[in-house]
């Protein structure tokens, strides 16, 4: 366990590394000029003219060589100094962070939802394998799985907000906001996990010490719950740390949709406004979310398999 | 005596085709029945029609009587409340028939507390109480990884009648067993019987049936030819068949005629050692072949026969010593027969295509084929056919016609037919010793039976750890 956790920490620190050279070198060669986009940001697009950039430039100091810029950048990363926003000129620290908030209570919502939806109905489809509920489910996730987030998302909001009226479309004061967007995300997660969840009960309900516990004289559901459960939940939990993935690129479309204020949102607005800072500040936490979830996942593994424990 | 178990004309069908016919048998308490014959004979799908396991696609008909009671195995859902209760099904393979992520104790105790129905810690205790009067006290707390072939086995036994099952369906117990745990299986089943528990053995394995004892039923092509006390049946058969049953048992083989060692070596192995899991499978190994000669190995598995041959394959490497070959004799010449033929052909391709490739691949004359194959006799309509379609003797046989188109001047054959029934086993080692001989090709054969080994080979060598 703590070989496996140090593991992981030396990957935060690579996925740091590597995050932080793609982020700057990426912001480097996006199109258009850095110190004018900056500008129009701060003071509108109206009345932006080249001085104004010219001011800005100097302000942030753009011009100075690449290099220099990246050591600047990577001494800070390892000081945990990600700067000030160039547009709004709050600390990225603190704009992360209320952002982050928001997006893991959304994200853990999603996956909490698509694990009721999900495996559940992968496991009733698994025990029955080319029954109705496993033709239907196959149709339904691949449909699911096809469609862009953005048109799940859009189709939801017709469907519960514009025609039934149950939930509000956009917005974050109250939590019926978060029902339609985590639902979004949840649809979409639990489309894949639903089929890893099959996928696996049905081969340990193939298995022969499925067959012996039914032998042994346990009824169905004392098969399931002793040998079944607990097998199946394995790769439907590994199979969760990849989904992260998942739920990283859709949080970033499902925030813009519903217009919820997380990292996400903030990430996409920060591209557009050129806020260096803030791209590399978001994308910096994101990479290391990303392996705190992991091994978040390795941890629970750790716990439901008695083989891992061993090691 | 008593009766426990009574099945009247028991029968197995695939859709309409009859593939058991009608077959009636008792089982007296304390006592042993014995259903023995070859591979597809029917007779473990007769086994699995009294359980009521036959797999999807089959169904049965014909009346089991339980202690007095009527089942129709027409509806094997009716029997399913006799699983674990009455009825314990020894697994096959104990191993796999394990819970890889549950404790051993666990796996025991379940039957105690949810088909016995008691509390937690007395379900444990009992547990507990039937490991150790197996000997497997120190299995308690380990995983089915963590366990011996030997220790599954009876952990898997002790967890098969943790229900109160007192009549246990053991099919094929020793199937793939080497000498020493095939004894321990003998002796589990045996103090059952002692303890007052009926057994119902299928297997092909007559050293078994002499061994167990009580009653034998030989079953030919879905039909009961022959039953009565095994000790009787088996000193003196009536039928046909039975004779060639007790005939192609390797003991009664007779020995082949053996080879003097004039021809020139092609292979000599100097001092090979190798590891394997921090455990030494034999160091000092000194080796040479000659061309047509037949090595035997025998030995308990995981002794390292395996190795051995792969190392002489240069499949894998030793730890140390030295290997060399004939000089200019090319590597594919050197080739490995497998133990378990189905695995060892793609499974999605013909075995047609499988062999076409090969001889593409080698610009091979297609007669060669032909030759080997009528030699083999095999018919050339198989060649059309997936390996699933194939039945098991055949199969390998084709694997030794793919093998002996290269023209091997080598062959590693790896426990080649201990998978496959008594008769086919002694029909497939003949024809590979038969084939070698006039191809100058020589053999090295691997057994866990010590008498294949014996009756067919020219030399047999001990490996050990010096």
New interface residues.
Partial sequence: MIRLLFGRLVQAALVALMVGLLTFVMTRFLPGDLAYRIAAGRYGYDIVDSAAAAKVAAELSINQPALVALGQWMFDLVRFEFGTSLISGQPVWEEVSTQLGHTLKLAAVAILLSLLIGPPLGILAGLRPGGLLDRSLILISTGMRALPQFVVGLGIIIIFSLTLGLFPVAGHDHPGHLVLPALTLALGLAAVSNRVARDAMRSVSE???Y?????????EW?VFR??GL??VA?PIITYLGVQFVYLIEGVVVVETLFAWPGIGHALVHAIFGRDVPMIQGAAFIMGLLFVALNALVDALCHLI???ER?T | MNTVLKVTDAAVFAGNKQLVEPTSFELAQGRVLTIVGETGSGKSLLAQAVAGLLPDGLSATGVANLNGTHFDLAKPASLRPLWGRTLGILPQEPWLALDPTMRALDQVAEGHRLVRHLERAAALDEARRDLKALGVEDAEGKLPDQLSGGMAQRVAFAAARAGGARIVIADEPTKGLDVARRDDVIALLMKEVEAGGSVLVITHDLALARQMGGEIAVVLQGQVIEKGETEAVLSNPSHDYTKRLIAADPANWTAMARQGLQSEPILVADALSKTRGGKLLFSGQNLKIHRGEIIGVSGPSGSGKSSLGDILLGLIKPDDGVIARLPGAARHRFQKIYQDPPSSFPARITIGQNLDDLIRLHGLDRRILSALLKRLRLSEDLLQRRPSDVSGGELQRLSIARAMLLEPVFLFADEPTSRLDPITQQETVDLLVELARERDCAILLTSHDKALIDKTCDKVIDIAAA
Wanted: glycine fraction near 14%; charged fraction near 30%; hydrophobic fraction near 25%.
């Fill in positions: 298995t022969a010490f067959t012996f516990g039914r032998t042994k004289g346990l009824s004392e002793g040998h607990r097998n394995v398999d008695p083989r061993r």
